[in-house]
């Protein structure tokens, strides 16, 4: 038998975004009665921007996590559950484990899925340790670093899926720092790297590609773009790619293989009414609000706003979905807008940094008075140590206003 359970502010999901708004919810709820529940079947929360650097060695895997218990924020209810089903007709959701929630709002932040069944051949490769490997999962990160070191000579191959897939930049950074590994090593010589993306070109901000193309040449990466990953034949050790437009197909034999995974949302928001057609959180891309619930807001990775997916733009859509909802919870109508703010730190090599920062017009959005397209030392520090402070100790506990690149 069910529990029937109710709270006035339901949150989907433990990620960035939905400890983020919990945790600024309580801090700006000035009667400090706001009843506020968080829907999360995980233990572990990630900090998943460090496992970039965990794969080139230079972050420890214990330090990109915490207990869910520990990133709650106080005075808001953790469920210890995950959604089956939304009714948001009735304005609650039915839960894996059975139960009913009732709420007067809801916050859907499910985060993406990964879909690593989405390409034949890469589950098996990726278990069978055979040279293909992945940042994109906590116990896989470990596995590209000692990849790296242990390479000495072959063709290494970087993969970039079609959009949208969180932390953009990942697949071409990982890139960058096995270069600079290999190097330091003095095997680069004896190593074809190859890059293979979905996209048109390296970056869609010309200022910062600018900067990143010259660090392709630099580095003598071969780039192919608008090709995608679609199989991998891991006895042969080949990787098949396919043309984006055209569909033609390559077939390249491999020594290392770095994927990036493709993504899709989440199976329970897709089949929801929540969804646009694409499966996507169907919200206004400025107030976060959705388009047909008016008491149901979304953000960061699960939503359909045409933005990079990263910890940045879930930190910016925090204050907007934030205001928002204290606004519509006072009886006014929520004017915050968002603006596309994301980041992007792209390292381009040990102790080298391109803080790209910008908006839904590809506009450059900086926060430091420096030209943040130029690689900085300074910055690839700020990405390494600052950054995860931040997010640990500011971010997911209701911290100040300001918007730090966390890409």
Same mark, same amino acid.
């Given at each position: ?8 502010? +339901? ?32 233990? +572990? ?15 420890? $895997? ?12 106080? #005075? ?10 939304? !009714?948001?007709?009735?304005?609650? %959701? ?13 916050? +859907? ?29 906590? !116990? ?17 191959? &970087? ?20 270069? !600079? ?7 680069? @010589? ?5 890059? &293979?993306?979905?996209? $048109? ?45 055209? #569909? ?17 949302? $989440? ?23 959705? %388009?047909?619930?008016?008491? +149901? *807001? @979304?953000? @960061? ?29 006072? #009886? ?5 807008? *968002?603006?596309? *703010? ?8 040990? @102790? ?9 017009? %590809? ?7 420096? !030209? ?36």
């Amino acid at each position: 038998m069910s529990d029937a359970i109710s709270h006035q502010v +339901v949150i989907v999901g433990g990620g960035t975004a939905g400890v983020a708004v919990a945790a600024h919810l309580k801090k700006f709820d000035e009667s400090g009665t706001l009843d506020v529940a968080v829907l999360e079947p995980k233990d +572990v929360h990630y900090y998943q921007p460090g496992w970039t650097l965990v794969g080139a060695g230079e972050m420890k $895997p214990k330090s990109t996590w915490r207990s869910m218990k520990e990133v709650i924020p106080e #005075g808001v209810t953790w469920i210890h559950d995950a959604v089956q089903s939304f !009714d948001p007709d009735n304005n609650s %959701l039915t839960t894996r484990s059975g139960n009913q929630i009732s709420y007067e709002y809801l916050v +859907v932040a499910t985060g993406i899925e990964i879909a690593w069944d989405s390409i034949p051949g890469l589950q098996e490769a990726l278990q069978r340790n055979m040279g293909v490997v992945s940042i994109y999962d906590y !116990d896989l990160a470990p596995q590209v670093w000692e990849a790296i070191k242990g390479f000495g000579g072959g063709t290494a191959i &970087f993969t970039q899926p079609k959009p949208p897939f969180k932390c953009p930049g990942a697949a071409q950074k990982i890139a960058y720092l096995a270069d !600079d590994a290999w190097r330091k090593r003095n095997v680069r @010589g004896k190593i074809k790297q190859m890059f &293979f993306s979905a996209a $048109p070109g390296i970056f869609p901000v010309k200022r910062y590609a600018k900067t990143l193309n010259e660090v392709l040449k630099r580095k003598e990466i071969e780039t192919h773009f608008q090709h995608h990953l679609v199989a991998i034949d891991i006895d042969k050790k080949e990787a098949t790619l396919e043309h984006v437009t055209t #569909g033609d197909r390559q077939v390249h034999a491999f020594d290392f293989l770095h994927v990036t995974p493709p993504m899709r949302p $989440p199976a329970f928001l897709k089949e929801s009414p929540l969804a646009d057609e694409g499966g996507w959180m169907n919200v206004d891309k400025h107030t976060l609000r959705h %388009l047909k619930y008016p008491n +149901v *807001y @979304g953000l @960061g990775d699960c939503a359909n706003t045409p933005n990079s997916k990263t910890a940045a733009a879930a930190r910016s859509q925090t204050y907007v979905a934030v205001s928002n909802l204290l606004t519509a919870i006072g #009886g006014g109508e929520g004017i915050a807008a *968002y603006d596309g *703010y994301a980041s992007c730190p792209l390292t381009t090599g040990y @102790g080298k940094l391109v803080l790209a920062e910008f908006d839904y017009n %590809l506009q450059p959005k900086e926060t430091f008075p420096i !030209d943040q397209s130029k690689e900085r030392r300074s910055m690839y520090y700020f990405k390494k140590y600052f950054l995860p402070w931040y997010y640990w100790n500011v971010l997911l506990k209701g911290g100040d206003a300001r918007v730090w690149p966390l890409g």
